[in-house]
């Protein structure tokens, strides 16, 4: 149980273009999801949390017009990265947990590449 | 927000040695610590966790101590394998369900 899936895999975009990226619960219902994003060879930076049904909750210095969340049902996150430029190519990795307090379930990653 | 610490960022040992890597946090609300084990590529996987009214955990070759009062946390590989070759990470989640991960430890086992 618990499995998150998220798409695509891996994205080469132009810079300049908006790449979206989807997460799903797929077996539970999360009314909260995480995005992380990771450098090669660095840690999991959380970003942001989304919010079934309301408006993420950006950490600092996360642009959140640069990086648009929606949370429009109980086992659907995506996130929009907007205009995206080569310093965004990166691993974009969601997460979800059903119970407070209970592991995080992370879903495959997304590798964008912004040329 | 919380600021958690891990050290040391690369470690290699011995095939059947222990491995012991070791973290501390900044919020003493955060009450869940899980560690998890990331191959190249892949998303991070679960391998133990441990809650703020448990002082220590074991399964199998694994085993995490938690020092509240210090806030401090470890995990402790014991009779490594190869396969145990990856990176590290431990976290700590506060009361918003919020997960901070630490900078990871890429451990190196050699056969």
């Known amino acids: 149980g618990a499995v998150v899936s998220q798409h695509p895999s891996w994205v080469i975009c132009k810079s300049g273009t908006s790449v979206k990226i989807e997460c799903r619960s797929l077996?539970?219902?999360?009314?909260?999801m995480f995005w992380y994003r990771q450098f090669p060879k660095q840690s999991l930076m959380l970003m942001a949390t989304?919010?079934?049904?309301?408006?993420?909750?950006?950490e600092q210095g996360v642009e959140k017009d640069k990086f648009l969340i929606n949370h429009a049902s109980l086992t659907l996150s995506t996130l929009t990265v907007t205009s995206a430029h080569p310093e965004d190519s990166s691993f974009y990795i969601c997460?979800?947990?059903?119970?407070?307090?209970?592991?995080?379930?992370f879903g495959n990653g997304t590798r964008l590449t912004v040329t | 927000g919380e600021n958690v610490e891990q050290h040391p960022s690369t470690l290699s040992v011995q095939e059947g040695d222990s491995a012991v890597i070791k973290c501390t946090y900044s919020?003493?609300?955060?009450?869940?610590f899980p560690w998890y084990k990331q191959e190249l590529g892949k998303r991070p996987q679960l391998i133990i966790d441990?809650?703020?009214?448990?002082g220590e955990k074991k399964d199998q070759r694994i085993a995490v101590t938690l020092n509240k009062t210090a806030k401090h946390f470890s995990l402790h590989i014991t009779e490594t394998q190869p396969e145990d070759s990856a990176v590290y990470f431990c976290?700590?989640?506060?009361?918003?369900?919020?997960?901070?991960f630490g900078t990871g430890t890429s451990l190196t086992v050699i056969p």
């Open positions: 997460s979800a947990g059903g119970h407070v307090n209970s592991p995080l379930h």
């Open positions: 077996d539970f219902q999360a009314t909260t």
């Open positions: 989304s919010n079934e049904g309301s408006k993420a909750t950006y």
């Open positions: 919020d003493s609300a955060s009450n869940y």
């Open positions: 441990i809650r703020s009214n448990v």
């Open positions: 976290a700590a989640c506060n009361t918003g369900n919020q997960f901070y």
